[in-house]
């Protein structure tokens, strides 16, 4: 038997001999493959390319932009490593390749160590994408990553869960953090919910570019955001604890790198200042405001002055009947000016259909007025125009789509005031077969003098 047991050993000991002989055989012949000519680096950075990048887990469509979920790094870079044991060892010695972080459910916290070593103190790009999943795995990840905060350059979170799991970001400073969007979808039960975070702190964050918030609310630290270098700035769905005007207007006055404020369903806190200074924005490319407070609006919009007439100025409000009358008041017409401003000649356009009412500049600024004040919107429009300033004055290009039927009677008073827009150079006109006798009103009213339009005469 002694004898068996040696034969077995030493058979052993000759394949795995003859298995290595066999592997470095393989490799002397995949080192002349065409592929192999290439050097590590330019092999690494073809690996790069391939994997999936931090802006692969975002979706750039809303504001701010949200985590998605995308393939789990550890398995994209497992397989590239299972190619070969040159391509292990290229992607083993790659730090670059390890510093991205589209983390998901079913990453294992293991994978976050193993990945934080390899990266070589590189700076870091994490975004979390996280559902239902078990409380040590989440708090494994984030406390792995969170003693690796010095070194964060981009973070996003989307996160659905109890926001007490992301009080963590309260106890951490990121000196380096360029990219910030925070995006969590918290539980109907937290009680946490309406509590703002203090966000690493207070702490200034020198080299932020980008900051997105929301569905959350944080405490306002102006120094965080003010630092110079701030470019793009999302805020949505604020609940509690929103910013003021004021701030807002000086986070622009202090970020003359700015190129776009997004702003959507914040409940701007207003100031009770007669006339608060304007702002020079000197590298604003787009600035879009969506269902924010009448109020907020009118102090908001007249005081941030792009320096170039190209700028995407967008403003959509749905006022609501009560608040409707002081929006429209007469001396509201800045936000109309506004967005008017810089046509270079182009003609006004003014478009309408059921419930909504849009005035644009003909390149890309429009303000849209919708829901139950969409008509008083029309009316107010009007008025704008009649009394034109030098914002507001020129041709004007009037579409309208698919009006209802009145079905005999009286003129519909949207009807009457369509028909008195002024400087109305082109109309077109959008109908539907059984809308016919709508359309039909409206060309015989703006094609004869005006009688006793209530009778419909």
């Known amino acids: 038997m002694a004898q068996v047991r040696t034969l077995e050993a030493v058979k052993a ?24 000519r290439l050097s590590a680096e330019l092999l690494a950075s073809i690996f790069q390319s391939v994997l999936p990048s931090y802006e692969d887990g975002l979706q ?18 497992g397989r590239l490593i299972l190619v ?5 060892k290229i992607i083993l010695d790659s730090p670059t390749l390890w510093t991205v972080f589209p983390c998901k459910d079913q990453l294992r916290p293991m994978y ?26 989440l708090h494994h990840s984030f406390e792995t990553l969170r003693q690796e905060s010095f070194r964060w350059r981009r973070l996003a979170i989307n996160y659905d869960g109890p926001l007490c799991n992301l009080e963590f970001l309260e106890e951490v400073s990121a000196p380096e953090l360029e990219n910030f969007h925070l995006s969590p979808n918290p539980l109907t039960a937290d009680e946490n919910a309406m509590r703002p975070l203090n966000i690493f702190s207070g702490s200034p964050l020198p080299k932020l570019r980008t900051f997105g918030l929301s569905g959350i609310s944080i ?97 959509e409000h749905a006022p609501t ?32 259909k059921e419930g909504s009412i849009k005035v644009s500049n003909s390149i890309s600024s429009y303000l849209r007025i919708f ?3 969409a008509d008083q919107g029309l009316e107010w429009v009007r008025d704008c125009l009649e009394c034109p300033t030098e914002a507001t004055r020129g041709e004007v290009f009037l579409e ?29 006109l959008y109908t539907k077969r059984d809308e016919w006798e709508g359309a039909a009103i409206l060309l015989r009213l703006l094609s004869s003098p005006f009688r006793d339009l209530a009778s419909g005469e």
């Not at 070969?84 to 292990?88: E, F, L």
């Not at 005007?245 to 701007?268: G, Y």
């Open 400 to 428: 309208i789509s698919y009006l209802k039927n009145p079905h005999h009677g009286p003129i519909p008073q949207k009807f009457q005031t369509l028909c008195r827009i002024p400087n109305v150079e082109t109309l077109k």
């Open 371 to 373: 829901g139950p004040a």
């Open 112 to 137: 976050v160590t193993e990945a934080l070593r390899l990266s070589r103190l590189m700076p870091l790009d994490v975004a979390f994408t996280f559902g239902p999943i078990s409380p040590w795995t």
């Open 321 to 352: 009947m009560e608040e409707a009358p002081d929006f429209f008041a007469p001396g509201h017409e800045s936000v109309l000016e506004s967005i008017l401003r810089g046509r270079n000649g182009k003609p006004i356009h003014v478009h309408y």
């Open 13 to 36: 000991a000759v394949e795995k001999e003859f298995d290595k002989e066999i592997a470095l055989l393989r490799r002397k012949q995949n080192a002349r493959l065409p592929i192999f």
């Open 219 to 315: 405490r306002w630290e102006l120094g965080q955001l003010a630092g110079g270098a701030l470019r793009n700035l999302y805020l949505s769905r604020i609940r509690t604890h929103a910013p003021s005007v004021t701030q807002i207007l000086d986070v622009v006055r202090l970020s003359p790198l700015l190129e776009t404020l997004s702003l959507h369903a914040v409940p701007l806190v207003t100031e009770n200042v007669a006339d608060l200074p304007k702002v020079l924005a000197p590298s604003i490319i787009t600035v879009i405001l969506e269902r924010l407070p009448s109020a907020a609006l009118r102090q908001l919009v007249p005081r941030i002055q792009p320096p170039s007439r190209r700028v995407n100025f967008i403003v």
């Open 60 to 77: 750039t469509t809303t504001y701010p932009p949200r985590p998605l979920p995308t393939t789990p790094y550890p398995n994209s870079l």
């Open 84 to 88: 070969c044991h040159g391509w292990r």
